[in-house]
């Protein structure tokens, strides 16, 4: 019983991270990528910056040189990612509401709470591969040069870094 509750907790704080919503591009680039993407912070360790959150690659356009046609390509990329993903959170939200009621019982029902964790999971992996073919595809539009250029406007470990356009 303790480890299903147990389970249970690490379940619901990471669906609360998985369900975080997610800012919308503004100025500058913001502190995501897979530091604060969703999908996790930390969530490919070094890989992260050699991949590019297109939030990112969006507020700095003419830094990079993207073309229209590249502009173009990560719009469309970003609004799939945003249709598929909210299709599946919604189904995530549904079954986490019914993972909570099934725990909240004075007896719980093994078969169902792991049940309910087991469907919560798969959804929450189905968004963070959502997002990392995101950044997977949206680094393919990129040529070598931008995506050096690209790298330098990451933020660090721990810190935003300012473009000469956000001050």
Excluded: W, Y
């Amino acid at each position: 019983m303790r480890r299903l509750l147990t389970l249970a907790s690490i379940l619901l704080l990471a669906t609360a991270v998985a369900a975080a919503p997610t800012p919308a591009p503004g100025p500058g680039p913001t502190p995501r990528g897979m530091h604060g993407h969703p999908g996790g912070p930390g969530m490919m360790g070094p890989m992260d910056r050699n991949l590019f959150p297109p939030d990112l690659l969006l507020s700095n356009q003419i830094a990079l040189g993207l073309s229209a046609e590249q502009i173009a390509a990560i719009k469309k990329l970003v609004g799939e990612t945003h249709t598929r993903v909210l299709d599946v959170q919604t189904d995530l939200n549904r079954v986490t509401e019914q993972l909570h009621d099934t725990l909240a019982s004075p007896r719980v029902d093994e078969t169902a709470a792991l049940g309910f964790a087991g469907q919560a999971m798969d959804l929450e992996k189905q968004i963070k591969t959502a997002h990392l073919t995101l950044m997977v595809r949206t680094k393919n539009l990129l040529t070598a040069d931008q995506q050096e250029k690209a790298r330098a406007l990451m933020p660090e470990r721990g810190e935003m870094r300012r473009t000469p356009e956000a001050d």
